[in-house]
């Protein structure tokens, strides 16, 4: 893990000092996959609140090992409900303030104009390719895209497969990332990977068939705040129709409904997965 980033984090928790019964910064350790509406969402909470905000984004099971780490974090607010499922086994975050923000739908996602000419999730498969996934045991989307590789592909396949990866991405935005900078040819994502960047990303759909489940990102404080009012607010705001709108700019989905839509089938939403141990640290 990098040793510079490592520090990055271990100051910025040491200068969150929480001040008084009612403090006027959140620390919000985020997983990368709503990252750009949570930015958004995050600048009119302090403008209405006068409460700073100050967001760490990155994969979900590295921000929970950072906040674990320096007991520290006023929320925890993960990709998914696997990371979140830990966060509540592991006692950082209190349960019953647990809320369900949006869900995603993972896809494929490929340069505008798709090049490469992908159509289906075997022709991940096809020698030369450059694929990328974020790394399985610590990102969200990574998890979901082993996961949907698994249950899907044969043995011949996945092999092939995995010979074509060329990165396990940190976060959720450094796999849609890998698009925008054309170091991948295409990525498992999230359908919504496309609205972070339109002009250099597109999505191929997964077949319905092929999709074991609807993730959600959700929301809770943590058991570290030394305000849990202010936490409280902060996700009272991210729940409000002023910050659902936010998110829906962005193309998230609202309700498991819409969801089910978009894919063609109601599917499972939310859920654990455990991912095989020849996938985790690659």
């Excluded at 780490?69 to 509540?88: N, R, V």
């Excluded at 990866?165 to 994502?189: F, H, P, Q, R, W």
């Excluded at 759909?205 to 058991?223: D, M």
Aim: proline share 4%; glycine share 8%.
């Amino acid at each position: 893990m990098n040793a510079i980033r490592i520090l990055m984090v271990m100051t910025i928790l040491l200068l969150h000092v929480p001040v008084g019964a009612e403090s006027k910064s959140l620390l919000v350790f985020a997983g990368a996959a709503s990252k750009p509406p949570t930015e958004e969402a995050a600048k009119v909470f302090e403008n209405k609140t006068g409460v700073n905000v100050d967001l760490l984004f990155g994969g979900s099971g590295y921000v929970l090992s950072q906040m674990m780490l320096g007991k520290k974090g006023d929320i925890y607010f993960p990709g998914s409900s696997d990371f979140m499922e830990t966060a509540k086994k592991k006692g950082v975050v209190y349960n019953e303030t647990e809320r369900k923000v949006v869900y995603l739908v993972p896809a494929i996602n490929v340069r505008k104009g798709n090049p490469k000419n992908i159509r289906k999730l075997s022709d991940l498969a096809a020698p030369g390719l450059r694929v990328a996934i974020a790394r399985p045991d610590t990102v969200c989307v990574g998890l979901y895209a082993v996961e949907i590789i698994e249950k899907n592909l044969t043995k011949e396949q996945i092999k092939a497969l995995r010979k074509n990866i060329v990165n396990y991405t940190e976060s959720c935005e450094k796999t849609a990332t890998s698009i925008s900078l054309n170091t991948a040819d295409a990525v498992m994502g999230w359908s919504v990977f496309h609205y972070w960047d339109r002009e250099r990303i597109e999505t191929v759909n997964l077949a319905k068939e092929e999709i074991s489940r609807v993730g959600y990102i959700p929301i809770g404080v943590s058991r570290y705040t030394k305000d849990r009012r202010s936490a409280q607010k902060f996700i009272d705001f991210i729940l409000s129709d002023e910050g659902k709108a936010i998110f829906r700019k962005y193309h998230y989905f609202m309700t498991p409904e819409e969801a089910y839509r978009y894919i063609g089938l109601k599917k499972p939403v939310g859920g654990e997965y455990s991912v095989p141990a020849e996938w985790i640290n690659e």
